[in-house]
């Protein structure tokens, strides 16, 4: 019996499932932040509402974390190998840092963008009623993705 065949053995046999069942959760959520964003932006953007408008940009980095998620647990499931022969697991910690600068980037601009329009002080449009037909939205389908997740979990 081989070292990989050891690391491997020591998997638990319902592992793989909760894997899978992560791993569709996770693209659930990203295709239903990809939708949320493309709607947040355009709602944000025709009627007025600069706070919709950030909270789709902020749904566009929940895509992006998401991806990160993705391509983390892939990695770091990888049976231990010659280099890495504990495993692989030392790559989620990158990826928290990926996703930790990411959303500190996409901060800072946004607060930049708001400061700078905040000093500009041009005219102010009221935000029309379609704006809290989307953040309605918004708010049912996270609380949709929450319990499934709370479901799988």
């Not at 998997?11 to 499932?17: D, F, I, S, V």
């Not at 069942?21 to 990809?34: C, E, K, Y």
């Not at 789709?56 to 991806?67: C, E, M, Q, R, Y």
């Amino acid at each position: 019996m081989t070292d990989q065949q050891t690391f491997s053995s020591q998997e638990p046999k319902g592992l793989p499932q909760e894997r899978r069942a992560a791993s569709r959760v996770t693209v659930i959520g990203m295709l239903l932040d990809g939708v949320l964003g493309i709607l947040k932006v355009i709602a944000g953007t025709l009627f007025h509402s600069q706070a919709l408008l950030v909270d789709g940009i902020h749904s566009f980095t929940d895509v992006a974390s998401d991806l990160v998620v993705l391509g983390v647990m892939r990695v770091s499931r990888q049976a231990p190998d010659q280099d890495h022969p504990y495993g692989h697991q030392r790559i989620e910690t990158m990826g928290t840092m990926v996703l930790g600068s990411i959303l500190i980037a996409v901060g800072a601009a946004l607060a930049w963008d708001n400061t700078l329009r905040l000093l500009d002080g041009g005219a102010v449009n009221i935000p029309e009623w379609p704006v809290l037909v989307a953040a309605v939205i918004s708010i049912a389908s996270k609380e949709w993705i929450y319990r499934y997740t709370r479901r799988l979990a």
